[in-house]
C-alpha cells in the first residue's frame, strides 16, 4: 500500500510545483488515496517512507493562498486514474 501512496505523493508535489510555477495561488487536488489526503490534512500520522515529500508538500502549500486536498473515488477519478497509470508505464513528467 505504501508504494501506492508514494507515487500519489510524487504526483501531488509534480502537481504543486508545476502551479508555483505557473502562477496559481488557489489549487484543488482530487485523490482516490484517502490515506494520503488524511495524512496531508494531519488527520493519520505519515508514513515515514513519505514523511520526506509530504514535508515538501507542506512548505509549498504555504506559498499559495489555498490548497484543498479532496477524496473522491476512483471510479469518480477514472481519467486522472488514467493519465497517472500512462505516465507511470512511460516515464517522466507530465503537468
Not at 34 to 40: A, E, P
Not at 57 to 81: D, G, P, S, T, W
Amino acid at each position: 500500500m505504501h508504494g501506492l501512496n508514494d507515487t500519489e505523493a510524487e504526483a501531488l508535489l509534480a502537481a504543486l510545483i508545476s502551479a508555483v510555477e505557473r502562477g496559481f495561488d488557489v489549487i484543488q487536488v482530487e485523490t482516490d488515496s484517502k490515506v494520503l489526503v488524511d495524512m496531508l490534512q494531519g488527520k493519520n500520522q505519515p508514513y515515514a517512507v513519505i514523511e520526506g515529500l509530504l514535508y515538501d508538500i507542506k512548505c509549498l502549500q504555504m506559498q499559495l493562498r489555498l490548497v484543498e486536498f479532496i477524496f473522491i473515488l476512483r471510479n469518480c477519478n477514472r481519467a486522472a486514474h488514467l493519465m497517472a497509470s500512462f505516465v507511470s508505464r512511460i516515464g517522466g513528467s507530465h503537468t
